[in-house]
């Protein structure tokens, strides 16, 4: 980088990818910003400047020879697994400072050498506590897959043999045998020693506000437009397998809507006025790529002016709003993506929601990373 980047950089601020240290002399309390940036986005670690003023304060000669050893043994003997880093010396303003750059990891998550894992939290950096956000971490790196959990409290009892049964006659074309069932799941990674994967519930389980209560649909009828009010029209939990959660959220959105005449005879019912197609993608997204290590439900929300389709869970992998509207897709549940056409209405080519949009424009998308959720915005026509 050259003085004018670095003084870009400086002139910004300290955001999540930039951070200003005066001056570094412990290992440990270092290593701990490399583990931070290393499990986020990684970033740049600015020394010599000022982290209050934003001042360029410099380093002394002595001091960069001290630095150069220090941050070396920060990320080879502090940081589990050890990364690599890079670091320069730039002169600003007659100053020198020092930029150590941190890449992201390619193997989260990354622990301090006391078994901490940091995440970059805005300009700072938080630990982290819960098993979700471990999870989510180990997922991103392909060590572990949340619709691949057992469940634990669950048995070979709680899965439907009927809808197991036609799915596997159909798709394979071969007689189902009911004493091999076990083997069946065990093979399409749907189950072991006697338990349901939570794919497997979600799938093809029965009495699923039992075994896995926390995936389950709730939909809310408002009047209004705001979400703050203390009165709506109707609500209700829904609870089942994927194809019966789509059937139930569909119809619930389905009937708060108007059918729009459209220049049609007097006597037609009219077409609805959001097309089906548009909601049938925008539910299925949400009931497949939603992300299962949060324990929480999809919110349908219905108001005058908008349909909201609400998934827990950020966009996975590095995977913008804008990607979508364009049709790049990342799979997050493979397993589900793979069985959910046997079962619902869904064919996973990537094209759904560009056919959406091309039928119906007025849709926002919005990927909060923040409040770890993905919302879709369907407006409704306005009324006349």
């Not at 400086?10 to 200003?20: C, D, N, R």
């Not at 959105?253 to 097309?275: A, C, H, M, T, Y």
Request: overall charge negative.
């Amino acid at each position: 980088m050259d003085s004018q980047k670095i003084k870009l950089l400086i002139a910004l601020g300290e955001t999540s990818t930039v951070q200003f240290k005066l001056n570094v002399d412990n290992e440990q309390s270092f290593a701990r910003e490399l583990v931070a940036f290393a499990n986020s986005k990684g970033g740049k670690i600015l020394i010599g400047v000022d982290d209050k003023t934003w001042n360029i304060i410099g380093l002394e000669d002595n001091d960069l020879r001290r630095l150069t050893d220090l941050i070396v043994n920060a990320a080879n003997e502090h940081v589990k697994p050890a990364i690599f880093i890079e670091s320069e010396t730039i002169l600003v303003d007659e100053k020198k400072i020092m930029v150590v750059s941190v890449p992201e990891g390619i193997d989260k998550p990354y622990k301090d050498k006391e078994g901490i894992i940091f995440l970059k939290n805005g300009a700072n950096k938080r630990k982290v506590t819960s098993n979700e956000e471990i999870s989510r971490l180990l997922q991103e790196n392909g060590y572990l897959y949340a619709e691949e959990r057992l469940v634990n409290h669950s048995t070979l009892d709680d899965i439907s043999i009927e809808k197991f049964k036609n799915f596997y006659e159909e798709k394979y074309h071969d007689e189902y045998d009911h004493t091999k069932l076990e083997q069946y799941l065990e093979n399409l990674r749907l189950g072991h020693n006697h338990k349901l994967s939570l794919a497997a519930a979600i799938l093809f389980g029965k009495k699923n506000e039992k075994i896995i209560p926390s995936f389950f649909i709730t939909a809310i009828w408002f009047k209004g437009n705001t979400i703050t009010g203390t009165e709506y029209r109707s609500s209700k939990n829904i609870f089942g397998t994927i194809d019966e959660l789509f059937n139930k959220g569909f119809d619930f959105i389905v009937s708060k809507l108007d059918n729009l005449q459209n220049n049609q005879s007097f006597n037609s019912i009219g077409k609805l006025e959001i097309p089906e197609l548009v909601l049938t993608e925008i539910l299925v997204n949400a009931l497949i790529h939603r992300d299962y290590f949060i324990n929480d439900s999809i919110k349908i929300f219905v108001f005058d002016n908008r349909v909201e389709i609400i998934s827990p869970g950020k966009l996975p992998n590095s995977l913008t709003a804008d990607q979508v509207k364009r049709g790049v897709r990342r799979t997050r549940n493979t397993i589900i993506a793979s069985f959910a056409p046997d079962i619902m209405e869904y064919r996973g080519a990537g094209s759904g929601i560009l056919r959406a949009l091309q039928l119906y424009p007025a849709i926002d998308f919005i990927n909060d990373a923040e409040a770890e959720l993905f919302k879709v915005i369907i407006h409704r026509p306005e009324k006349n």
